[in-house]
């Protein structure tokens, strides 16, 4: 399963780093994903990061801004998310995937507002 943290409520420009904890499967050879959903729209990929964090990947509007990593010691996936945005407002969640099977997480808000 995997279980995220570190959602909350931060002002535009503030920080916020989300953790997903991995367990019951072998985190360190999926690749892992962050994702993003607001209310009445599609999920949308956030940034990916290799199965040994080799090779990251982000959508436009957060390159720069994000840090996707993992540790895989720890089997914790982490987003660092910078000069944070109203419209980054959404739930976050995080997913492992492999050629067989994939696991989300169940999700964490993150607020930006004033």
């Known amino acids: 399963q995997l279980v995220e943290s570190g959602g909350g409520l931060v002002q535009p420009g503030g920080s916020l780093r989300l953790s997903c904890a991995a367990s019951g499967f072998t985190f360190s050879s999926y690749i892992m994903s962050w994702y993003r959903r607001v209310p009445g729209k599609e999920r949308e990929l956030v940034a990916s990061?290799?199965?040994?964090?080799?090779?990251?990947s982000y959508i436009d509007s957060v390159r720069g801004r994000f840090t996707i990593s993992r540790d895989n010691v720890k089997n914790t996936g982490y987003l660092q998310m910078n000069s944070l945005k109203p419209e980054d407002t959404a739930v976050y969640y995080c997913?492992?995937?492999?050629?067989?099977?994939?696991?989300w997480g169940q999700g964490t808000q993150v607020t930006v507002s004033s």
């Open positions: 997913k492992a995937r492999d050629l067989r099977d994939e696991y």
């Open positions: 990061i290799s199965s040994t964090a080799t090779s990251t």
